[in-house]
């Protein structure tokens, strides 16, 4: 017999043991997981038997856990059949955390495809080779065993195909906002410039203000988020005044952040998150921090592997994306470099580091790059500028200059002149006739 009817069905028993010990840990888990697999698409038998008996009490608004669920396996005479009481433990510890879920569930649907597809081909094998019956119809059946394969558990679940006039009727949904706006839950933006060039600080700033109510452009109060900040680039010496300043700065405006607002992890010895033991660690602190927001770079540091590989670049962006899913949607802030400026070029390209694929991940990208105003240098203004197609409309500004109290003042009309930092106020400039009311964003209250 061929080696093709008696190797081993793709299968993955520990990603299996994964998503049951996801079930056992996390209601959310549970439901997540529902949507993805049946119990079918299990290779071992025994997690058929978990899977089933955990639906069936979640049916019954029966809480789900190691012991709870031995329990009905044992008052069904199953729990010997599926490894003891001791077995339901091992599969808790083969899940990092409970938010992948979903992820291990997708790799177990996956390979239940695989299999079907195998069962398929090899029934219309046997039946070719048995030649039994008119060859059209045996080509049929053979087509539409491969269509069942590829169906299997999904159809029911298919939305009935939408029409135009009825996709046009429907209401457009408001973004659910982090901050208005500006970044809704599961929009990422990256901001790159230079060495030097004022990132951090831009991506710090948005962060505290809006932990502190505050919106980071705007002299205008928000509805106050948690954030967390994951710094792989400074040390907590260099991050804390910085840190320390923006906090006396929000509290000067009468929004002090108050505590469990803002997490801040710097790793002492370096965030791999193509490593595993990396990407749990610091899934495991997201999940426990629930963040609005995360700022987290640069990007170029948070993996080992050579930066211009998509292989380096696709497992980041998976590890990320895993960070948004364990948060629950957070809006995500991401600080990468540019490349160095080309000879004989005035203005150095902003477009991240490393892979291509970069380009068309995040919902927005910026970069930070030296103005050529009159008096730039001197004001340090910027120009903000997009390298990435946005999505969606953001009331994004123009420019940048150095702030006062902050470090950075945004400016809504390129080509106003900025206020000087730490020299003159906004309202006495404009009653000077120096710049327009509007140069700045305004007062407005949001939220």
Same mark, same amino acid.
């Given at each position: 017999?061929?080696?093709?009817?008696?190797?081993?069905?793709?299968?993955?028993?520990?990603?299996?043991?994964?998503?049951?010990?996801?079930?056992?840990?996390?209601?959310?888990?549970?439901?997540?997981?529902?949507?993805?697999?049946?119990?079918?698409?299990?290779?071992?038998?025994?997690?058929?038997?978990?899977?089933?008996?955990?639906?069936?009490?979640?049916?019954?608004?029966?809480?789900?856990?190691?012991?709870?669920?031995?329990?009905?396996?044992?008052?069904?005479?199953?729990?010997?059949?599926?490894?003891?009481?001791?077995?339901?433990?091992?599969?808790?510890?083969?899940?990092?955390?409970?938010?992948?879920?979903?992820?291990?569930?997708?790799?177990v649907r996956d390979l239940a495809l695989l299999r079907g597809v195998i069962?398929?081909?090899?029934?219309?094998?046997?039946?070719?080779?048995?030649?039994?019956?008119?060859?059209?119809?045996?080509?049929?059946?053979?087509?539409?065993?491969?269509?069942?394969?590829?169906?299997?558990?999904?159809?029911?679940?298919?939305?009935?195909?939408?029409?135009?006039?009825?996709?046009?009727?429907?209401?457009?949904?408001?973004?659910?906002?982090?901050?208005?706006?500006?970044?809704?839950?599961?929009?990422?933006?990256?901001? *790159? #410039?230079?060495?030097?060039?004022?990132?951090?600080?831009? +991506? $710090?700033? %948005?962060?505290?203000? @809006? /932990?502190?109510g505050l919106h980071p452009f705007k002299r205008a109060k928000i509805r106050?988020?948690?954030?967390?900040?994951?710094?792989?680039?400074?040390?907590?010496?260099?991050?804390?005044?910085?840190?320390?300043?923006?906090?006396?700065?929000?509290?000067?405006?009468?929004?002090?952040?108050?505590?469990?607002?803002?997490?801040?992890?710097?790793?002492?010895?370096?965030?791999?998150?193509?490593?595993?033991?990396?990407?749990?660690?610091?899934?495991?602190?997201?999940?426990?921090?629930?963040?609005?927001?995360?700022?987290?770079?640069?990007?170029?540091?948070?993996?080992?592997?050579?930066?211009?590989?998509?292989? *380096? #670049?696709?497992?980041?962006?998976?590890?990320?994306?895993? +960070? $948004?899913? %364990?948060?629950?949607? @957070? /809006?995500?802030?991401?600080?990468?470099?540019?490349?160095?400026?080309?000879?004989?070029?005035?203005?150095?390209?902003?477009?991240?580091?490393?892979?291509?694929?970069?380009?068309?991940?995040?919902?927005?990208?910026?970069?930070?790059?030296?103005?050529?105003?009159?008096?730039?240098?001197?004001?340090?203004?910027?120009?903000?500028?997009?390298?990435?197609?946005?999505?969606?409309?953001?009331?994004?500004?123009?420019?940048f200059c150095e702030g006062v109290t902050w470090p950075w003042q945004a400016?809504?009309?390129?080509?106003?002149?900025?206020?000087?930092?730490?020299?003159?106020?906004?309202?006495?400039?404009?009653?000077?006739?120096?710049?327009?009311?509007?140069?700045?964003?305004?007062?407005?209250?949001?939220?």
């Amino acid at each position: 017999m061929s080696d093709d009817f008696t190797r081993v069905p793709p299968q993955d028993l520990d990603a299996e043991q994964a998503v049951l010990g996801a079930m056992l840990l996390s209601k959310d888990a549970i439901l997540e997981v529902i949507e993805i697999v049946t119990s079918a698409d299990f290779y071992k038998p025994a997690h058929q038997t978990v899977f089933d008996t955990v639906c069936s009490m979640v049916v019954r608004g029966e809480p789900c856990d190691p012991i709870t669920v031995a329990g009905k396996l044992d008052q069904d005479g199953n729990l010997a059949r599926v490894g003891g009481a001791s077995y339901l433990h091992t599969l808790v510890e083969a899940v990092p955390t409970a938010a992948n879920g979903a992820y291990y569930a997708e790799r177990v649907r996956d390979l239940a495809l695989l299999r079907g597809v195998i069962e398929a081909g090899t029934r219309a094998v046997q039946l070719g080779y048995a030649a039994d019956g008119d060859p059209q119809e045996i080509a049929e059946r053979a087509v539409a065993d491969m269509q069942a394969a590829r169906d299997r558990g999904l159809a029911d679940r298919d939305a009935p195909p939408l029409d135009l006039v009825d996709f046009l009727a429907q209401a457009d949904d408001e973004p659910d906002w982090v901050i208005p706006g500006v970044l809704a839950r599961w929009d990422r933006l990256m901001v *790159t #410039a230079g060495e030097g060039g004022g990132k951090s600080l831009l +991506l $710090r700033q %948005v962060l505290m203000r @809006a /932990a502190a109510g505050l919106h980071p452009f705007k002299r205008a109060k928000i509805r106050p988020v948690k954030v967390l900040l994951v710094d792989v680039e400074n040390s907590a010496d260099q991050a804390r005044p910085w840190l320390r300043k923006m906090a006396d700065a929000a509290a000067e405006e009468g929004e002090p952040i108050p505590a469990g607002r803002v997490t801040v992890e710097i790793p002492e010895r370096g965030l791999d998150l193509t490593n595993p033991a990396d990407r749990s660690w610091l899934a495991r602190r997201v999940e426990r921090v629930k963040p609005d927001l995360i700022a987290i770079g640069p990007l170029y540091k948070l993996a080992l592997g050579n930066p211009n590989e998509e292989e *380096t #670049a696709r497992g980041l962006m998976s590890a990320l994306e895993m +960070l $948004r899913t %364990v948060s629950g949607g @957070a /809006a995500m802030l991401i600080e990468a470099h540019s490349p160095h400026a080309a000879p004989g070029v005035k203005r150095r390209d902003l477009r991240p580091i490393g892979s291509s694929l970069w380009l068309r991940w995040p919902e927005f990208g910026f970069g930070l790059s030296p103005a050529s105003d009159p008096g730039a240098e001197e004001l340090r203004l910027m120009d903000w500028v997009p390298w990435r197609g946005s999505r969606s409309v953001r009331d994004w500004p123009e420019q940048f200059c150095e702030g006062v109290t902050w470090p950075w003042q945004a400016i809504q009309y390129r080509g106003n002149a900025p206020i000087p930092a730490g020299t003159i106020t906004e309202e006495q400039a404009v009653a000077a006739g120096l710049i327009p009311e509007q140069t700045f964003w305004d007062d407005q209250q949001i939220g």
